[in-house]
């Protein structure tokens, strides 16, 4: 017999199966299954309450350092257990097994402990969650945790700062381009002005020439 979640041949992973407790709905948790020897390695998973639980594999063979995952799910309750404290227990049994063994392949009495093989045992225990516990939980980790609330507000406030520092230097470039334009408008508002009145003194003066000449030419 070996602790809680580990023996010589395996670890699990987690080391207490916790199922999210509802009326009239099925819950599962999946366990991990790890092989730390250079053996075949064959499982089997019981529980002291079968009818309320659905395991599978329930029986199988893990090669050389290789893992896998079981499935257990709770089957849908009726009834809320007292103070939802659960006395369900599961056993996870393993031992040695020739190498290339298939699971169909087992012998009846390959977990059976007057066997002569060595068998060794996890023993996991039950828990059942409420969703307002878990609720809370991720409420209070958002709230205490390990500072990463306090940082991401920070992180929100720096970004707001230089958004609004981006938008104020957007408004000012576009103010700057602004006065720009009516300088070039007013400057090329001026220069057609002088070129209008530089024909119009040209033409004024032709015509006062042409007079004179007409004037000089005319018998007295």
Known sequence: MSGVGENQLISIQPDELKFLFELEKQSYCDLKVANKTE?????????????KYFVRPNTGVIQPWDSCIIRVTLQAQREYP?????????LLQSTIVPPHTDVDELPQDTFTKDSGKTLTECKLKVSYITPSTTQRSSESGATNGDGNGSETISTIQRL?????????????????????????????????????????????????????????????
């Open 39 to 51: 053996h075949y390695v064959a499982f089997k998973v019981k529980t002291t309450s079968p009818k």
């Open 82 to 90: 007292p103070d939802m404290q659960c006395k369900d227990k599961f």
């Open 160 to 220: 707001k700062e230089e958004r609004d520092a981006a938008v104020k230097q957007t408004q000012q470039l576009q103010h700057e381009l602004e006065v720009v334009k009516r300088r070039r408008n007013q400057m090329s508002s001026a220069s057609g002005l002088s070129l209008k009145l530089a024909a119009m003194v040209g033409l004024i003066g032709l015509i006062i020439g042409f007079i004179l000449k007409l004037t000089l030419a005319s018998p007295t």
